[in-house]
């Protein structure tokens, strides 16, 4: 227990910094109808499965439609 309470000064940021990443990710599938891979289901289920920073990067790597 001793050993978590000295991590938590970098845990609560990365946690955040995940959540953040999960929320804007799944913010941005919900409103755009377009993808340069995939559709809105495939790119919505890969982000939660993998949603510890893998899928969000993946979406905004390979998914997302440039404007």
């Known amino acids: 227990m001793d050993k978590l ?3 938590l000064p970098f845990l609560i940021p990365l946690i955040l910094a995940e959540f953040a990443l999960l929320g804007y990710t799944l913010y941005h599938i919900l409103t755009h109808n377009t993808y340069k891979r995939g559709n809105r289901t495939l790119w919505f289920i890969i982000t939660i499965v993998l949603m510890n920073f893998v899928g969000p990067i993946l979406y905004f790597l390979l998914g997302k439609e440039d404007a």
């Open 5 to 7: 309470v000295e991590f």
